[in-house]
């Protein structure tokens, strides 16, 4: 059954001392960057960053970082986190006053800025990108050439241990580091019709890599531009999905969904879907992947639609399909949750919940008679001045609920079930 009550709180970024939270900036919303079980609220000066939990009832406050990201972005981007390294918070950014990126390492218990790395790349490049697990970091720098670093905690400091070679001209992307054994990286070159998937060592030894092809080839259509993974799932210790994108000339996207067992990287089974993935989910305890389309819009009646596809993780079939129309609402986020739960949320504030388990069961029935999706109200009352009817910019769906960010201000509202 889907929740029967949903509770709604708020909490305040608050800005530095002296800022006027009463009539809080018109500028722009609050940058935030949400990684398991942490969340980073950023004001749209720069001036404040704040730590959060999100993995209890409701977002508490853990600390204030010293000195604060930027998050003007007219002068820098903070763009990837780390944040399970134990006693590490892990930041990257770049900015138009920086030849480069800068990573900034925290001690996430006091929020004390510990190290400063220098990072060599430009913008146009690609920001830093990392992964993590336990005491090990891999950054990837999408520079010419392209380079992925590995470190290891070491107290309260990130020790360099190696440094994994990348092809030249490649795009590459950080998908799994399993254990402590093995990084798991994909590359592509663009213009191309082939992603290669590569098992490195950390420490030494050999890589192990395979071919995944473009999928959607169409009759009198070239090859793809583009093939890249979009979206890693992990499925269990020794198998992962990869949502993987082929896109023509930037415009038209299709979606391939492949399980690879590791560390063989032998391909279990892929499936192909002609349609944009926006999310993918594993639920291992109802055997099945949840695939999330982008909304697709009907030129004609200019209204939207989004699919859900619910997929066998045993062989990738199609178990069942549904789809619901957005109406005259403005959809900025759908998603499963760990959970199990399928939430739609509108820039009003309205939000649809519905158990994964009951729409394999019986459908997806929280829509009208025109199919249009059935959100519900939440009795939210926006403190920023120029209140408008869309006040949500946007929203980040975590386990016990949803967080809704304002077009302005600094508050953060939090709707759990």
């Not at 420490?203 to 583009?226: E, V, Y």
Request: hydrophobic share 40%; with cysteine; proline share 6%.
């Amino acid at each position: 059954m889907p929740p029967s009550l949903l509770h709604a709180t708020h909490v305040l970024h608050e800005g530095p001392p002296g800022a006027d939270t009463d009539h809080p900036s018109t500028g722009k919303a609050l940058v935030s960057i949400h990684t398991h079980p942490y969340l980073l609220t950023l004001d749209i000066g720069g001036e404040v960053t704040r730590l959060w939990s999100v993995e209890s009832s409701e977002p508490t406050l853990i600390n204030t970082l010293k000195p604060s990201l930027p998050s003007n972005f007219c002068y820098g981007i903070v763009h990837s986190i780390a944040t399970r390294l134990p006693q590490l918070l892990v930041a990257g950014y770049c900015s138009a006053d920086r030849q480069g990126a800068l990573v900034r390492i925290y001690n996430r218990e006091t929020g004390e800025l510990l190290r400063d790395i220098d990072v060599p790349v430009s913008p146009a490049h690609g920001w830093p990108q990392f992964m993590y697990r336990e005491d090990l970091l891999a950054m990837l720098v999408n520079s010419h050439p392209p380079e992925v670093i590995l470190y290891r905690q070491s107290s309260d400091d990130l020790e360099e241990i190696r440094k994994v070679p990348c092809a030249e001209d490649a795009d590459y992307a950080l998908l799994h580091i399993i254990t402590h054994d093995f990084l798991l990286t994909a590359h592509s070159f663009i213009p191309g019709d082939f992603l290669t998937i590569t098992m490195h060592p950390l420490s030494q030894g050999a890589s192990n890599s395979i071919n995944l092809l473009a999928f959607g080839r169409r009759p009198g259509w070239a090859d793809p531009d583009m093939i890249a993974v979009e979206q890693v799932e992990v499925i269990s210790t020794d198998k992962i999905a990869l949502s993987v994108t082929e896109s023509w000339d930037y415009s038209y996207e299709e979606t391939t969904v492949y399980v690879l067992e590791l560390p063989s990287l032998r391909v279990t089974w892929r499936t192909h879907l002609t349609l944009e993935s926006a999310a993918v989910s594993c639920h291992p305890s109802l055997g099945t992947l949840v695939v999330i389309s982008k909304p697709i819009r009907d030129s004609v009646s200019d209204t939207y639609t989004t699919h859900v596809l619910f997929l066998n993780l045993e062989d990738g079939s199609i178990v069942r399909e549904e789809s619901f129309g957005h109406g005259g609402a403005h959809v900025i986020a759908a998603e499963c949750t760990a959970s199990g739960l399928l939430v739609v949320v509108a820039d009003t504030g309205a939000l649809s919940v519905t158990p994964v388990e009951d729409i394999l069961k019986s459908g997806l029935r929280c829509k009208d008679d025109g199919g249009i999706i059935v959100m519900r109200d939440i009795d939210i009352h926006p403190l920023a001045e120029g209140f408008i009817s869309h006040w949500v910019e946007y929203a980040r769906v975590i386990s016990t609920g949803v967080l809704l960010f304002p077009r302005t201000g600094q508050d953060i509202y939090f709707v759990k079930w």
